[in-house]
């Protein structure tokens, strides 16, 4: 199955995660982050991305994207915070009331998740329509929030 990013990815941004205890997580988190942004993108991007045309017979209104034409390099960074935010952390932390180093690490990289999606979404997705193997300037398609595009 399709991944983001990997365990040697996570060492760039948390250089000690594997001394905890668990010596590697394995691609099931990688699996889970890939289909979760896949997800979020279906959900938040994709149906205003103008790639897409709505059918109204069809119950939700229309396609998915086909993952295959994302730059996944784009995703490394987001999928790197989502998985240590939502998979990892969450798996270390003893949920203290109190807190937790583990939980504040969570909390962290959950909003540096938000942070690092709301960017890719406003500076534009890369998703290759043409399945030319390249991203031209027409392929970067921003998400435009609240203003009005004719």
């Given amino acids: 199955m399709a991944t983001f990013a990997t365990d040697d990815n996570l060492k760039e941004y948390e250089p000690q995660i594997l001394e905890y205890g668990i010596q590697e997580f394995g691609s099931t988190v990688h699996e889970k982050t890939y289909d ?7 959900i938040k991007w994709y149906p205003n991305s103008q790639y897409t045309t709505n059918n109204i017979s069809i119950v939700g209104g229309g396609e998915k994207l086909t993952n295959s034409k994302l730059n996944s390099n784009q995703w490394v960074r987001a999928a790197c915070y989502h998985v240590l935010a939502y998979y990892i ?8 009331p109190d807190g937790d180093s583990f939980q504040n690490k969570m909390n962290y990289y959950k909003q540096k998740f938000e942070e690092e999606f709301d960017l890719i979404l406003r500076d534009g997705v890369h998703y290759d329509i043409d399945s030319s193997g390249t991203f031209t300037d027409s392929e970067k398609k921003s998400f435009h929030m609240g203003r009005l595009v004719r």
């Fill in 89 to 96: 952390y969450p798996r270390l932390s003893t949920f203290d």
């Fill in 36 to 42: 979760d942004l896949i997800r979020l993108l279906n």
